[in-house]
């Protein structure tokens, strides 16, 4: 996946980890969306060359693993992109989720699946979540509203998926580092 589809490409700065640098001066929408791309770069390089058993790995009192990190992504990508912005239902796996009964499903469900099929289905909804918001227009409104009658606009979905990932990032540095003590920011 490439982590840096915004901006001019000649301006693309890459790290020691192959993730592309937020860009230092932008539009709003090019500055979004290459700080959140960066935030997916990271959470792909924490989860990169892990196969089912790191994937399933816990550390301290947590049952978090990144390979429920990696399907949990994906439902906040499609969730907030798809369902939200446009109004659309959950497409499958989601479809077919009694979220009510069982609300930690892509969490717990995330071990029955291949590193391979984990990765796929988070790259999947990351390249279709960033061609949703390719038009840039960030004062569009969600379709679907909230309880108290607001919608969110593409602007607060971004940061949202920004914070989402920052928060994320940190859990899995401290998963990845208790696997096999890679560490970096």
């Given at each position: 996946?490439?982590?840096?589809?915004?901006?001019?490409?000649?301006?693309?700065?890459?790290?020691?980890?192959?993730?592309?640098?937020?860009?230092?001066?932008?539009?709003?929408?090019?500055?979004?969306?290459?700080?959140?791309?960066?935030?997916?770069?990271?959470?792909?390089?924490?989860?990169?060359?892990?196969?089912?058993?790191?994937?399933?790995?816990?550390?301290?009192?947590?049952?978090?693993?990144?390979?429920?990190?990696?399907?949990?992504?994906?439902?906040v990508e499609e969730g907030?992109?798809?369902?939200?912005?446009?109004?659309?239902?959950?497409?499958?796996?989601?479809?077919?989720?009694?979220?009510?009964?069982?609300?930690?499903?892509?969490?717990?469900?995330?071990?029955?699946?291949?590193?391979?099929?984990?990765?796929?289905?988070?790259?999947?909804?990351?390249?279709?979540?960033?061609?949703?918001?390719?038009?840039?227009?960030?004062?569009?409104?969600?379709?679907?509203?909230?309880?108290?009658?607001?919608?969110?606009?593409?602007?607060?979905?971004?940061?949202?998926?920004?914070?989402?990932?920052?928060?994320?990032?940190?859990?899995?540095?401290?998963?990845?580092?208790?696997?096999?003590?890679?560490?970096?920011?």
């Amino acid at each position: 996946m490439d982590p840096g589809e915004h901006g001019d490409s000649a301006a693309l700065v890459m790290d020691e980890h192959g993730r592309t640098e937020p860009p230092a001066a932008a539009d709003e929408t090019t500055m979004l969306l290459g700080f959140l791309d960066y935030q997916r770069a990271t959470f792909a390089w924490k989860c990169h060359g892990l196969g089912s058993h790191d994937l399933n790995a816990t550390t301290a009192a947590s049952t978090m693993t990144l390979g429920g990190m990696l399907k949990h992504l994906a439902l906040v990508e499609e969730g907030r992109s798809s369902c939200s912005l446009f109004g659309r239902d959950y497409s499958p796996p989601w479809d077919g989720v009694d979220w009510e009964s069982d609300p930690d499903w892509e969490w717990r469900t995330a071990s029955d699946d291949s590193p391979e099929a984990l990765r796929a289905l988070w790259e999947d909804a990351v390249v279709r979540s960033r061609q949703r918001v390719a038009d840039g227009d960030l004062d569009r409104l969600a379709v679907r509203i909230w309880p108290d009658g607001r919608a969110p606009s593409l602007r607060w979905i971004m940061l949202h998926m920004i914070e989402e990932y920052a928060r994320h990032n940190g859990h899995a540095d401290l998963l990845r580092e208790a696997i096999d003590g890679e560490t970096g920011e």
